[in-house]
């Protein structure tokens, strides 16, 4: 939209800080733009707090580029990378930033200049030292100047012992946490050390509690109250709150917006105290009861007699039985109420003036932890963690870590590692782990083989030491290999162990194993098979000497679909790439995203540059990958999967795959490519990540339950009260949500939605009304007549767009608060009772003086008016000076306030009920107007990423306005965006690290061990929670399907995978008849399977079938059986009639009706019959093709006319009556059904 000339230039008081003038002027915050999804899960002051940390890597292989990548995306202060080593051809296999112009060159600045890239507001540098000069680096006070040390150090790659062990006691010493991670083949090991003295600030990055005080009273402690840690005859401050809490006894809150005496509380820490009451246990009270939540509303004295009074009823109904025994009774804790533990000085009678208002904000305590070092956890772990919980308790982590310790005495002993697939070294080595082991029996507390039962070491030598020395074995022979998901699950879990340095999140537990032998195939080769190999691929050469030729070859034949190119897809993409995925003749990657590329995606899509914003995501990702490997066959689409794409993605693309790998970011999306797979027996691939939570799935073909077994869903949030909203908000979330809902979305996006229905057919327009609500009905009329009545004005240009904002602004923040204020003081009155009470807070109207417009006021006609100039297609006014030179010209004034006649108020969230006489006479009037010489608008469609559209800062102005009316803390630009933008946290370490083990299971999938026996033992889910330690790190195996319970002899129980084929195009009875005839059932319902709102076949048409109406030659009407009269009722009397009246104009008039039953009875017969005779396909297309949309149609011949098959459920009862299931049916679709 064109802008208006700027008319002056003075100095402005208000709008600081709003983003659409800084997006003309280009002083957008670009930074914290790219970290929008990041903040939203670290908290800004956290995000901040990232800025001091200065990381040094060791190690530019696999897991050092997936460490630095992630950590430079975090926008962490700085990345300095260490790597002399000379670049091989092997390295392109797990570093994506090296290419074969790298070779010969040292791995660290041969990948500079694309970590660079990354992200220009973190610095990264190269460290030029040699290995034993690193330590004396870690001394370093102003690193890349910054100002400030190192912060922390990261090891990925195992260093010879006298260096390693020195870097350790080094940052133990200056205080710089000390990481190392380490890929060794199908093993990996993680250590942790955050020196002698940490402090983790916020253990699980969990928001803390915000809850509204609704009432507080001094309450004497006697007969059932009962408050841990005090005595009968203590008082005590009981607050009320407005929802229900998750505190412990001696959990500490702090107090705010106390009002009046107890203003002074705020900002206060104080410990609090759980509030409960004696029960007797046969009265069996339920807290989730409807009146028990009704009666907690109430006063705690009211609450305590009610409770008093039942517990006196059960206890003399007990003596009066005689009172043997003790009478039973039990502790009930309050939910909704919180003892206050007051300190010395604070006055307990303070608290009996308490009125209204107040917040109890939960305070997360902070957690001093001491660490080891690696010198002594290397020793004295006896059962070193597992990322497998199950392998962790049978001790599995002991070899691991023994094994650590021998490589590092095979160096100090050959000066040397291991060598790849070296025999030798491996047999060496396997004695020098028996070794180390046979010498820490005697150390008290020491890892070596000995019997774990349930986690916890036996003492008793370990069993089968020979399948471990086979461990040991394997171990040495991959020591140097990288499979790439190792690197980027590691490179993700330690890069978020760095960010713990801030104190936020618990750090792992010092040490975390992981083991996968199964992905080794074979151990042991010929050296011919090995050189052939390493000679075709010599890129794969790490990746093959785990995984075997024939996997190798499986790997690069590979026809996968990848739904979704956002952080996922673009983690993914990389994997697949580096693994040589789909690089042979015939095969073919497909990556299919609608999405544009955002500038908040470049913190985690780290295939983006900002040049790429507003380019296609999957286009400009696989022209990356290609880039990395040119053999990549790959494909990139812009198309949604779903129910309107079927004609693309049709049975021959379904059918050609092997895999589908889901990188979505939506249930319903996951659930149709689920169906998918369920209906074409492919496996899929799944993960999900929110913030530092993550999960992952495979879904196994006949083996695991899907995708569509589990109940997630995209609606998860709290619901709160309307009238909360509408009258009583007391917490900024309300003000935002009543901001969106009330505001944004009526006068933004559904009044002009609904002018222009109008405006462009206005008969069209009625009759979709009647299908609203009459309060919807009524807004939407209310709203089109001011949308005209604004053009019956006169010209509609930006001072009409003012007048519009500040029209708005008097009734939402002024008006309708004198309303209410009104209202309720009225009702104060009438009642006798206080009404501003607890949370219902006595609101303020807003300011305005037309010659001097309050500042917040100003911001909010800025974005209300620009939002206007855009529905009306006006020329924006973004200039600040401008503007206010407008608003102050146009001597805009409060319009009078009159009070309002119906002083009725909602106070329990009862809906809004319109005056039907209202509707009637706006209906009336809108349709005697003719729209032909209305002016177009458009509506707003709400984008949380565009600064310069005046969305975010719309809804901002409006939340801080409402806050102020209620006397609520105001919201930030910021928080408004991450709430009212449903903003999903995101992180490029919780990505890459889930993404990691995911393409671990591919390579299995690829290998075919969903193939093989035992093959659920072969695969990993994982639940994975990065913030909260070692102990939510867990992966697992997957669950079998789910097996329904069908109540048929013949098939018991079947699972989603399993379906009826049916072969042939058969006719809908043989259908029927087959279904019957097998299952010995009777079926009531077909049709379509997941629309059983249509239907194909109904048994109900088969016996009207049977039904006879006729007229007898003596003139008797023949109806039979009785159902008849149910589909036409007027046959009744027509039959009665007939048997008493004679021959006349009367009696043909009721012959008449029989005879037109007649032939509608027949008609029915008729249609049925070729329905049932016909094919089931002809009775499909009759029941499922759109009737009067014209595209609609087109589409459904398109899918229909490529589909060779159709999809049905039934509705079936077995020999008993009772309702049973079968398996979605599986029909053939003749290609002659498309007659319409």
Same mark, same amino acid.
Request: net charge negative.
């Given at each position: 939209?064109?802008?208006?000339?700027?008319k002056?230039?003075?100095?402005?008081?208000?709008?600081e800080?709003?983003?659409?003038?800084?997006?003309?002027?280009g002083?957008?915050?670009?930074?914290?733009?790219?970290?929008?999804?990041?903040?939203?899960?670290?908290?800004?002051?956290?995000?901040?707090?990232?800025?001091?940390?200065?990381?040094?890597?060791?190690?530019?292989?696999?897991?050092g580029?997936e460490?630095?990548?992630?950590?430079?995306?975090?926008?962490?202060?700085? %990345?300095?990378?260490?790597?002399?080593?000379?670049?091989?051809?092997?390295?392109?296999?797990?570093n994506?930033?090296?290419?074969?112009?790298?070779?010969?060159?040292?791995?660290?600045?041969?990948?500079?200049g694309?970590?660079?890239?990354l992200?220009?507001?973190?610095?990264?540098?190269l460290l030029?030292?040699?290995?034993?000069?690193?330590?004396?680096?870690?001394?370093?006070?102003?690193?890349?100047?910054?100002?400030?040390?190192?912060?922390?150090?990261?090891?990925?790659?195992?260093?010879?012992?006298?260096?390693?062990?020195?870097?350790?006691?080094?940052?133990?010493?200056?205080?710089?946490?000390?990481?190392?991670?380490?890929?060794?083949?199908?093993?990996?090991?993680?250590?942790?050390?955050?020196?002698?003295?940490?402090?983790?600030?916020?253990?699980?990055?969990?928001?803390?509690?915000?809850?509204?005080?609704?009432?507080?009273?001094?309450?004497?402690?006697?007969?059932?109250?009962?408050?841990?840690?005090?005595?009968?005859?203590?008082?005590?401050?009981v607050?009320?709150?407005?929802?229900?809490?998750?505190?412990?006894d001696?959990?500490?809150?702090?107090?705010?917006?106390?009002?009046?005496?107890?203003?002074?509380?705020?900002?206060?820490?104080?410990?609090?105290?759980?509030?409960g009451?004696?029960s007797?246990?046969?009265?069996k009270?339920?807290?989730?009861?409807?009146?028990?939540?009704?009666?907690?509303?109430?006063?705690?004295?009211?609450?305590?007699?009610?409770?008093?009074?039942?517990?006196?009823h059960?206890?003399?109904?007990f003596?009066?039985?005689?009172?043997?025994?003790?009478?039973?009774?039990?502790e009930?804790?309050?939910?909704?109420?919180?003892?206050?533990?007051l300190?010395?000085?604070?006055?307990?009678?303070?608290w009996?003036?308490?009125?209204?208002?107040?917040l109890?904000?939960?305070v997360?305590?902070?957690?001093?932890?001491?660490y080891?070092?690696?010198?002594?956890?290397?020793?004295h772990?006896?059962?070193?963690?597992?990322?497998?919980?199950?392998s962790?308790?049978?001790?599995?982590?002991?070899?691991?870590?023994?094994?650590?310790?021998?490589?590092?005495?095979?160096?100090?002993?050959?000066?040397?590692?291991?060598?790849?697939?070296?025999?030798?070294?491996?047999?060496?080595? %396997?004695?020098?782990?028996?070794?180390?082991?046979?010498?820490?029996?005697?150390?008290?507390?020491?890892?070596?083989?000995?019997?774990?039962?349930?986690?916890?070491?036996?003492?008793?030598?370990?069993?089968?030491?020979?399948k471990?020395?086979?461990?040991?074995?394997d171990?040495?022979l991959?020591?140097?290999?990288e499979?790439?998901?190792f690197?980027?699950?590691?490179?993700?879990?330690?890069?978020?162990?760095?960010?713990?340095?801030?104190?936020?999140?618990?750090?792992?537990?010092?040490?975390?194993h992981h083991?996968?032998?199964?992905?080794?195939?074979?151990p042991?080769?010929?050296?011919?098979?090995?050189?052939?190999?390493?000679?075709?691929?010599?890129?794969?050469?790490?990746q093959?000497?785990?995984?075997?030729?024939?996997?190798?070859?499986?790997?690069?034949?590979?026809?996968?679909?990848?739904?979704?190119?956002?952080?996922l897809?673009?983690?993914?993409?990389?994997?697949l790439?580096?693994?040589?995925?789909?690089?042979?003749?015939?095969?073919?990657?497909?990556?299919?995203?609608?999405?544009?590329?955002e500038?908040?995606n470049?913190?985690?899509?780290?295939?983006?540059?900002?040049?790429?914003?507003?380019?296609?995501?999957?286009?400009?990702?696989a022209?990356?990958?290609?880039?990395?490997?040119?053999?990549?066959?790959?494909?990139?689409?812009?198309?949604?999967?779903?129910?309107?794409?079927e004609?693309?993605?049709?049975?021959?693309?379904?059918?050609?795959?092997?895999?589908c790998?889901?990188?979505l970011?939506?249930?319903?999306?996951r659930?149709?490519?689920?169906?998918?797979?369920l209906?074409?027996?492919?496996?899929?691939?799944?993960?999900?990540?929110?913030?530092t939570?993550?999960?992952?799935d495979?879904?196994?073909?006949?083996?695991?339950?899907?995708?569509?077994?589990?109940?997630?869903?995209?609606?998860?949030e709290?619901?709160?009260?309307?009238?909360?909203?509408?009258?009583?908000?007391?917490?900024?979330?309300?003000?935002?949500?009543?901001?969106?809902?009330a505001?944004?979305?009526d006068?933004?996006?559904?009044?002009?939605?609904?002018?222009e229905?109008?405006?462009?057919?206005?008969?069209?327009?009625?009759?979709?009304?009647?299908?609203?609500?009459?309060m919807e009905?009524?807004?939407?009329?209310k709203?089109?007549k001011?949308?005209?009545?604004?053009q019956?004005?006169?010209?509609v240009?930006?001072?009409?767009?003012?007048?519009?904002?500040?029209?708005?602004?008097?009734?939402?923040?002024?008006?309708?608060?004198?309303?209410?204020?009104?209202?309720?003081?009225q009702? *104060?009155?009438?009642?006798?009772?206080?009404?501003?009470?607890?949370?219902?807070?006595?609101p303020?109207?807003?300011?305005?003086?037309?010659k001097?417009?309050p500042? *917040?006021?100003?911001?909010?006609?800025?974005?209300?008016?620009?939002?206007?100039?855009a529905?009306?297609? %006006?020329?924006?006014?973004?200039?600040?000076?401008?503007?206010?030179?407008?608003v102050?010209?146009?001597?805009?004034?409060?319009?009078?306030w009159?009070?309002?006649?119906?002083?009725?108020?909602?106070?329990?969230?009862?809906?809004?009920?319109a005056?039907?006489?209202?509707?009637?006479?706006?209906?009336?009037?809108?349709?005697?107007?003719?729209?032909?010489?209305?002016?177009p608008?458009?509506?707003?469609?709400?984008?949380k990423?565009?600064?310069?559209?005046?969305?975010?800062d719309?809804?901002?102005?409006?939340?801080?306005?409402?806050s102020?009316?209620?006397?609520?803390?105001?919201?930030?630009r910021?928080h408004v965006?991450?709430?009212?933008?449903?903003?999903?946290?995101?992180?490029?370490?919780?990505?890459?690290?889930?993404?990691?083990?995911?393409d671990?299971?591919?390579i299995?999938?690829?290998?075919?061990?969903?193939?093989?026996?035992?093959a659920?033992?072969?695969?990993?889910?994982?639940?994975?929670?990065?913030?909260?330690?070692?102990?939510?790190?867990?992966?697992?195996?997957?669950?079998?399907?789910?097996?329904?319970?069908?109540?048929?002899? $013949?098939?018991?129980?079947?699972?989603?995978w399993d379906?009826?084929?049916?072969?042939?195009?058969?006719?809908?009875?043989?259908?029927?008849?087959?279904?019957?005839?097998?299952?010995?059932?009777?079926?009531?319902?077909?049709f379509?399977a997941?629309?059983?709102?249509?239907?194909?076949?109904?048994?109900?048409?088969v016996?009207?079938?049977?039904?006879?109406?006729?007229?007898?030659?003596?003139?008797?009407?023949?109806?039979?059986?009785?159902?008849?009269?149910?589909?036409?009722?007027?046959?009744?009397?027509?039959?009665?009639?007939?048997?008493?009246?004679?021959?006349?104009?009367?009696?043909?008039?009721?012959?008449?009706q029989?005879?037109?039953?007649?032939?509608?009875?027949?008609?029915?017969?008729?249609?049925?019959?070729?329905?049932?005779?016909?094919?089931?396909?002809?009775?499909?297309?009759?029941?499922?093709?759109?009737?009067?949309?014209?595209?609609?149609?087109?589409y459904?011949?398109?899918?229909?006319?490529?589909?060779?098959?159709?999809?049905?459920?039934?509705?079936?009862?077995?020999?008993?009556?009772?309702?049973?299931?079968?398996?979605?049916?599986? $029909?053939?679709?003749?290609?002659?059904?498309?007659c319409?």
């Open positions: 939209m064109a802008e208006e000339p700027v002056a230039s003075t100095p402005v008081l208000w709008g800080w709003m983003g659409a003038w800084k997006a003309d002027e002083k957008v915050d670009e930074e914290q733009d790219r970290l929008s999804r990041q903040n939203a899960a670290f908290g800004g002051d956290t995000s901040a707090r990232m800025k001091d940390l200065n990381v040094l890597i060791v190690g530019c292989r696999g897991v580029i460490t630095a990548k992630n950590l430079i995306l975090s926008n962490v202060g700085s %990345v300095t990378v260490w790597d002399p080593t000379p670049t091989a051809v092997e390295d392109l296999g797990a994506f930033y090296l290419g074969t112009e790298s070779i010969g060159k040292p791995r660290a600045s041969a990948c500079l694309q970590l660079k890239s992200n220009p507001y973190c610095k990264v540098e030029d030292a040699a290995e034993e000069d690193i330590q004396r680096c870690l001394a370093e006070t102003n690193v890349l100047s910054t100002g400030k040390p190192y912060s922390v150090i990261v090891i990925t790659e195992i260093l010879k012992r006298p260096v390693l062990f020195a870097l350790s006691a080094e940052a133990r010493s200056k205080n710089i946490a000390f990481l190392m991670a380490l890929n060794m083949g199908v093993t990996t090991s993680i250590f942790s050390d955050f020196g002698p003295k940490h402090i983790i600030t916020d253990e699980d990055g969990e928001p803390t509690q915000m809850l509204a005080v609704s009432a507080a009273e001094v309450v004497p402690l006697e007969g059932i109250v009962k408050v841990d840690g005090l005595k009968e005859g203590d008082r005590v401050v607050l009320t709150l407005a929802s229900e809490h998750s505190l412990q001696g959990d500490v809150i702090a107090l705010d917006d106390m009002r009046g005496d107890l203003s002074a509380y705020n900002g206060k820490q104080l410990k609090v105290r759980r509030f009451v004696l007797p246990t046969d009265a009270v339920d807290l989730s009861d409807v009146s028990t939540k009704e009666l907690l509303k109430s006063s705690t004295g009211e609450v305590l007699a009610n409770f008093s009074k039942q517990h006196e059960w206890k003399a109904e003596e009066a039985k005689g009172g043997e025994g003790k009478f039973k009774q039990r009930i804790t309050l939910f909704n109420r919180l003892c206050l533990v300190e010395d000085g604070m006055v307990l009678e303070q009996a003036s308490y009125r209204s208002g107040g109890v904000n939960s997360k305590p902070a957690i001093p932890k001491e080891e070092s690696l010198e002594r956890t290397l020793v772990t006896a059962n070193p963690q597992m990322l497998d919980q199950e962790w308790h049978a001790g599995e982590g002991c070899w691991v870590h023994i094994a650590l310790e021998a490589a590092l005495r095979f160096f100090d002993a050959k000066g040397r590692w291991m060598g790849l697939r070296d025999v030798a070294d491996a047999d060496a080595f %396997v004695s020098m782990a028996m070794a180390v082991s046979e010498e820490r029996k005697a150390l008290e507390g020491a890892c070596w083989l000995q019997k774990v039962e349930w986690g916890f070491p036996s003492g008793e030598p370990a069993e089968d030491l020979e471990i020395k086979e461990k040991f074995k171990f040495s991959l020591f140097r290999a499979l790439t998901g690197c980027a699950f590691l490179g993700g879990a330690i890069a978020q162990e760095v960010i713990k340095k801030t104190g936020k999140f618990t750090p792992i537990e010092q040490w975390l083991h996968d032998p199964c992905l080794m195939d074979p042991h080769w010929s050296e011919g098979a090995w050189a052939a190999l390493v000679g075709a691929s010599p890129r794969y050469t790490l093959a000497a785990v995984v075997g030729e024939k996997v190798m070859t499986a790997i690069q034949e590979e026809r996968i679909f990848l739904v979704g190119c956002g952080a897809g673009c983690e993914y993409l990389k994997g790439a580096l693994m040589g995925a789909c690089t042979a003749a015939g095969s073919k990657l497909i990556v299919t995203d609608m999405d544009r590329i500038v908040s470049l913190s985690r899509q780290f295939l983006f540059r900002q040049p790429d914003v507003k380019s296609p995501k999957s286009v400009t990702a022209r990356v990958v290609k880039s990395w490997n040119p053999q990549l066959q790959i494909e990139a689409l812009e198309k949604g999967v779903g129910v309107t794409s004609d693309f993605f049709d049975d021959e693309f379904w059918q050609k795959l092997h895999l790998w889901n990188a970011d939506n249930v319903i999306a659930k149709y490519t689920d169906q998918c797979c209906w074409y027996g492919l496996p899929l691939l799944e993960s999900g990540t929110l913030g939570k993550s999960n992952s495979v879904f196994l073909p006949g083996l695991t339950k899907s995708y569509n077994d589990s109940t997630e869903s995209d609606t998860g709290t619901q709160i009260a309307m009238c909360t909203l509408r009258s009583f908000p007391y917490l900024p979330l309300h003000c935002i949500e009543f901001a969106k809902q505001y944004f979305c006068y933004m996006e559904f009044a002009p939605q609904q002018y229905a109008f405006r462009k057919d206005r008969e069209g327009f009625f009759e979709q009304l009647d299908a609203m609500g009459e009905q009524m807004k939407s009329l709203m089109i001011n949308f005209i009545t604004l019956q004005a006169g010209k240009d930006f001072d009409v767009c003012i007048k519009e904002a500040f029209a708005h602004y008097c009734r939402d923040f002024i008006n309708s608060i004198r309303d209410l204020v009104y209202s309720c003081d009702m *104060e009155k009438s009642s006798g009772k206080p009404f501003w009470t607890g949370t219902k807070r006595r303020i109207e807003a300011k305005w003086d037309p001097s417009p500042a *917040e006021a100003m911001e909010y006609l800025y974005a209300t008016a620009n939002c206007y100039a529905i009306w297609q %006006v020329p924006f006014v973004r200039r600040r000076a401008e503007f206010e030179r407008r102050v010209a146009l001597g805009l004034r409060v319009p009078e009159t009070a309002p006649s119906d002083t009725k108020v909602d106070v329990e969230g009862e809906e809004d009920k005056d039907p006489a209202v509707i009637e006479e706006l209906k009336k009037e809108l349709y005697a107007f003719d729209p032909a010489g209305l002016l608008c458009e509506a707003h469609d709400f984008e990423d565009d600064d310069a559209n005046f969305h975010i719309f809804l901002t102005a409006s939340t801080n306005l409402r102020a009316n209620y006397d609520i803390k105001k919201s930030d910021a965006k991450v709430t009212a933008g449903r903003i999903i946290p995101a992180l490029a370490t919780t990505t890459a690290m889930i993404c990691g083990l995911v671990v299971e591919f299995k999938l690829a290998k075919g061990l969903h193939k093989s026996d035992g659920l033992d072969k695969f990993y889910n994982a639940n994975v929670n990065l913030a909260t330690g070692s102990q939510a790190m867990n992966i697992f195996r997957p669950e079998p399907p789910l097996k329904k319970k069908s109540k048929l002899a $013949t098939l018991p129980e079947f699972s989603t379906k009826l084929e049916i072969e042939g195009d058969i006719t809908l009875k043989e259908l029927v008849e087959h279904l019957e005839g097998k299952f010995g059932v009777t079926v009531q319902r077909i379509p997941g629309e059983d709102k249509l239907c194909i076949f109904d048994s109900g048409q016996k009207k079938l049977g039904w006879k109406i006729e007229l007898a030659e003596d003139g008797k009407a023949i109806i039979e059986p009785e159902e008849v009269f149910t589909a036409w009722p007027q046959l009744r009397m027509a039959t009665q009639m007939l048997q008493r009246m004679p021959a006349g104009p009367s009696r043909k008039n009721f012959e008449g029989v005879l037109a039953a007649a032939k509608s009875l027949q008609s029915v017969k008729d249609t049925f019959a070729g329905t049932y005779g016909g094919k089931v396909s002809q009775a499909y297309v009759n029941a499922a093709r759109p009737k009067d949309d014209a595209e609609k149609q087109k459904f011949d398109a899918v229909f006319q490529k589909r060779s098959y159709i999809a049905l459920q039934a509705h079936i009862t077995n020999s008993e009556g009772e309702e049973a299931d079968v398996p979605v049916i599986g $029909t053939a679709s003749g290609s002659d059904s498309l319409v």
